[in-house]
């Protein structure tokens, strides 16, 4: 739900090209949707805090 709030806001376009099997993104930030983009990130920080593992690392494996 969070991922589809921001792909909204930014009004995120994902073209695929099954030819070259390329992805062209397009995205559109108007400034009347800045409030919104700003309390997606704070829900979206707190979401991450609850995370038991930093998400820029990988998860530990078991030998």
């Not at 909204?8 to 800045?34: E, K």
């Amino acid at each position: 739900m969070l991922k589809r709030e921001i792909f909204d806001a930014f009004r995120l376009r994902v073209r695929y090209d099954g030819r070259d099997r390329g992805v062209q993104l397009q995205v559109t930030i108007l400034a009347a949707v800045a409030p919104d983009l700003a309390q997606i990130g704070e829900r979206a920080a707190m979401a991450a805090r609850a995370v038991d593992q930093p998400i820029r690392e990988r998860p530990r494996q078991e030998p």
